[in-house]
């Protein structure tokens, strides 16, 4: 017979339940009590807090030992200088026990997976056996974007299922469209790259070798994308035997015990942190970023998607009496033609890599704090899409911008509570991305993806200025790594890094600022880059009178003459752009140079010839508090060290200020004081009452009176939600009959109105984690 | 003391911030240790007042004693101080034109270096420090060299004299060059240091010049740049001590070349060249003298353990050498010296614990009671619960004989603060809560020293364990039950080790060259060849270097013992492996060959032979010489073995003793009065004046007869 026995149903949890009836139980139990799987008493933990804690450190270190060794086999300095890998255990059931650091944010994302496999009966066919692998970075099923990569391995004791492992790095390319791990210009998944739902890729610790062949071959980077599957599969085994020796020595019943216990005290973690840091209340606020697609620079495959948007994230943080709490994002704007999308589960999964960072600043993070959180997110929104065609390639340009908002509120709740220290004032938006590829200064086919945007601005406090160039909200242990590290991956010779003057938000206490590099592209060939980042939007705010950081814009240049300007021994652009209203580096170039300088920061693969150049400026973050209260020796500093320009100095700070014989830059305090007197009077003089100003603004809503960008947005936002139109309505006191909609705007509206969910595919159960 | 006086050989200093320690061997390896209060204005006259103290014990002065010395070895932290507090010189950077402001810009790196695991985390906990060179003594000069060694915009000279003149003008008392890729072609670097010393000849001045390719010539611009700096920032100023603490010497006598403890393991002459890498060396002492006592027993595989107040430090030794990292980070500043690789967790013996306050679990640390021990002794100020207060509380430590009675500790005092803020929370005894610290701590080291041991690519039963620093023989039992070490080895001297460890080093410069080799797994034998020319190129440059320093010294060439290394990876990785050479010259395709199979072998034993990737070729990114002379080292004791029954005499009572929830009745035992042959099995405890030495139940010992305790398993009496 040419058929494999099959295993009896039941027989691999070895408790006559499938893993699908297993994992249904433990929903229901939590779903029922409030607490995981029912739990509510921790009866080992309050016998045995000892033995409990024990459990705890031995796991944990060996998530962080097996990631701190395994990272080293990389090539890609993307995960070993970055750090952009994670290791994570689970339990049977898919849901997260500990994780290591890293971008935790895959504690989730590889989860879903592990749910996925369940509820669509992996069991039964490929079937799950003692040393086999599993891959995963399908974003329809909760993955962020392609370009992570999870290996996912079961984990069998005494003969049967006890738990999973996953390690998951960021690759340097996905086999995407155009080169880079977060390329841009395809609309669609189907341009997105090489995606791989839960495969069966390898057997008997072994990858498989159609496997090994297929996937090299639908990347552009192979060597790196070896090397990256090496140091998950090396791993994802660690962690394997770390958990075989545990039960060894503790037995089965304890770790099984613990592997449900430590989440539901992942939960009461975080809701005791919610107490005792925040205030009760409702916070709203909301963060917008540009999708500028109209350009001619961006080049995609479909008409339709040739439409400048922007995103809108409106985000309700409900604090309640008993420290429990919702985040609802009711009102965001649909999903769009771009690569911006996210998952619901890389949204939810993705927050505690920020929350990380401020509200739980603790090893003891798992997916307790996910069964914590209320989450509210409107199926068809961009963080929760409704058609099976979405791309992701790049969904942080969203999520970095919407998670801005909440580190707004987050901060608010602080500073109501007193906690002056924890407030910051939103995250950086981090990029620009640098990415592109062609031939290197090997010969080889190759991607470029900089990683210096793990080190951008931080948000101002409110007792003292952000940190310049210093962290990503993905990522706090961000670093800029080595210029003579990046000049091994990319063909492109450092012209200049320094610090990005006026980038951080202006304040009492400054943001941090950015910092920028440019590049020259040297010993390449048939090369292309492209930039991503925002450009005429902030994505974030600031708080309390704190201005947001500066927006972005490029600069790239062509035919430079540069070559025969260094064999003529004449002026070079070396350096930071200094004042982009000024420009300089053109004074520096041949006068026939192609320059792109403006704020289109969204742009798709372009050809580059050696001597062109690029700047790759990386964002600050935003102030806090009005600029007008900032300290004098501060303004002096900032001067004196090129974080600000004078002119701002002066119109911002109202400081008056006077530059030495040497250069060194004083301010008068006194006649300082003068000056701001006279600028608060020219705000009094400015001002209108508030009822006054919304008077004007209603004209405007009513008369439809805003950029078609604008009220694009607006209507995908009311078409999704009749609670937030009717909200926006009543805010605005609008006529019963006012309405908004695409399809009066004169844009392409190209799935509005038609869409198709991925669960609508034959034989495919998708894992629903949030509330629609 | 002897009436046929036995000379004074060895002497070692550890200057710290508060206390200078001597450390005098003699030729039959006795020893004396001497203290005195540190005096950074004159580091000389400290020493010289702890060698007083030191040798009143054996009635001698310094007169009769540096006279007769062989060698003597200074280790201090007068250096890292310097740095941590910004008090080197005002030193001016030259840097490519366009980056002035990398260096004061940092690493982001930087601004967590030195965090506990939640704090990196934290963000709004992150901060920087000043820079070495502020922004504004820094200067650009035009140049660029590419990733391959190529000229692309050449040195313009005349920048060049005028950032040299700026700095000189901006009060510059050193001038550091470092040009991006210098590592890779120093042309360049070079050149612009030639000219910035004409410049400064012209002015008339005597500036020191440091070119980062003639210190540190690796790759990673920051690590080489911190670490230029360092020479010239914090170095220079400590080579100025170094020479009163020599001249004093001389006044009194003394023949020896004063020699510096360095980074790399090795020590080095205070006249040496690059004495930035003496800047940390204390926690480095240990594993040296764990080196000296290995080779003399026998082993060649040591885990060292070393247990301070704040942390536990471990390195290993495989056979019979330490591992060498090569861009450590140090005073939270990213270097490229080469330094002993060690691990370090932020728990100690004096690690305060406390309950978190949002998920009630234990937690031990970061922070810790330091010199003011716990709430045990009243007078320290403290009511928090540290791990010293457990070990009192369970009869661990002799409240009476603290520090040799120095201070008294109250039981009770810490009884009621465990049971208040540990125990009654989490609803156990006092008895129970302490001992779950101990536990707990004593399970992360054990799991610490395990699977660092385990990412080498070894298991700990192919090791022995040596314990040592004040606190260490507390926890001995602890962190090495069950782990299968072939012997556990703590010295009776464990609290003055480190010292001991720094007067058993050898005399050894070492220096490092980046190299960029690429060799497909399937290169032909031409190509073999002309790597192993470049690895020779290499390797002969740096020997050259190694002998200079030697015979700027006085010795001659052939006294040098010539030990070549290699730094090699697959191509295209990112981390490398140091690799001691498996032959001495390299030259054939065969020589290739044993070249990649040492660092194949090493590689698999690392992360795992299915980690093993030789289809991407293999790439040697660094060549390394170690030259090293013979000195005299402190020779171990050998006393006359006098049977396993103690004397009576060493046997100072019993004392309640609590473990795996019971109560028991230790034997409690005066180190000192114990004899070689000596068989002590527990619970018992082993108390001198610097350490307590903690054998409980279900473990044995006996003393050898160089005075080190072997600790090992035994049936539950």
Redesign the interface.
Known sequence: MNMLAKNAPGSLLGNGKTLQAFRSEVTQRTKETGFYNGLSSLPFR?SD??GY??L???IR??L??AR???K??????IV??EGELCFTLYNAVGDCILTS?GIIIHVGTMGAAIKYMIENDWESNPGIAPGDMFTNNDCSIGNVHPCDIATIVPVFAHGKLIGWVGGVTHVIDTGAVTPGSMSTGQVQRFGDGYQVTCRKTGVN??PLRDWLHESQRSVRTP??W??DE?TR??GC?MIRDMVEEIIAAEGLESYERFAFEVIE?GR??LQ??IK?MTLPGTYRKVAFVDVPFKHEDVQTSSAFAKVDTIMHSPVEITIRPDASWRLDFEGASRWGWHTFNAHHVAFTSGIWVMM???L?????INDGACFGTEFHLPKGTWCNPDDRRTGHAYAWHFLVSGWSALWRGLGQAYFSRGYL??V?SGNANTSNWLQGGGIN?DGEVHAVNSFEA??CG?GA?AIRDG?????AIWN??????????W??AEPL???????KCNSGGYGKYRGGCG?ET?RMV??AEDWTMFFMGNGYMNSDWGLMGGYPAATGYRFEAHDTGLAER?EQ?LS?P???DLDPTEPAYEQHISAAARVKRDKQCMTTEDCYENHDLYLNYLRGGPGFGDPLEREISAIADDL???FVLPAYAEKVYGAVIAQDAKGYWAVDATATETRRLQIRAERLQRSQPTREWMREERERIVTKHASAPVQQMYASSFALSEKFLARFKAFWELPADWTLNEDELGVPVYGAKHRMDLSLLPDVHTVVQVEE | MDMQRSKVQVMGIDAGGTMTDTFFVREDGNFVVGKAQSNPADESLAIYNSSLDALSAWQLGVDDVYPELVTCVYSGTAMLNRVVQRKGLDVGLIV???????H??G???Q??LGYA????????T???DEPLVP??RTR?V?E?T???GRV???L?EEEMRQATRELVEAGAKAIVIVL??S?KNPASEKRARDVCREELKRLGLDLPVFASVDYYPS?????RTNTTILEAYAAEPSRQTLQKVSDRFRKHGARFDLRVMATHGGTISWKAKELARTIVSGPIGGVIGSRLLGEALGYENIACSDIGGTSFDMALITKGNFAIASDPDMARLVLSLPLVAMDSVGAGAGSFVRL????G??KLGPDSAGYRVGTCWPESGLDTVSVSDCHVVLGYLNPENFLGGAIKLDVERARQHIKAQIADP???SVE?AA??VI??LD??LH??LR?NIS?KGYNPTDFVCFSYGGAGPVHTYGYTEGLGFKDVVVPAWAAGFSAFGCACADFEYRYDKSVDIALAQDGDDTQRTEACAVIQAAWDELAAKVIEEFVNNGFKAEDVTLLPGYRMQ??????DLEITSPIAKASSAADWQKITDAFEDTYAR???S??R?PE?GFSVTGAIMRGLVVTQKPVLPEDPEAGPQPQASAHLGKRPFYRHKRWVDADVWQMEALQPGNHIVGPAVIESDSTTFVVPDGFETYLDKHRLFHLKECARG
Do not use: C
């Open positions: 309050e807090p000892i804690e024990k705890f450190s031995k270190g060996g962080v030992h701190e060794t395994a080293k086999i990389a090539a890609s300095p070993e200088q650091t610790d072994q060597k790196y070896i090397l090496r599969i090396a085994h005290e009461r973690g005791s942190r005792a990380t960072q401020t739980v600043p603790t090893q003891r220290e924890e910051n200064q793990s080190s931080t406090m940190l310049n160039h210093a962290a706090p242990e961000g670093d800029m790594g080595d210029i003579e590290i000049e091994m010779l450092y012209l200049g890094r320094n610090v910092f440019l040297w010993n260094i021994g070079l070396l350096g930071g004196n060290q090129g | 490519n034109k366009g980056f002035e402001q990398t004061s810009m690493r982001a790196i601004s967590y695991l939640e704090e990196r985390l934290h963000l709004n992150h901060r920087y922004y504004s650009g035009t660029r590419d990733v391959q692309v915009i050449p313009r991006l890729q590592h790759r990673k611009e920051s690590h978190d306050p949002y998920s679990s234990l989490l609803g156990l129970e001992a779950g536990e707990l399970l992360s799991e610490y699977s990412a697959y191509m295209g990785q990112l981390n690392v992360y795992a299915s980690a990737s991407l």
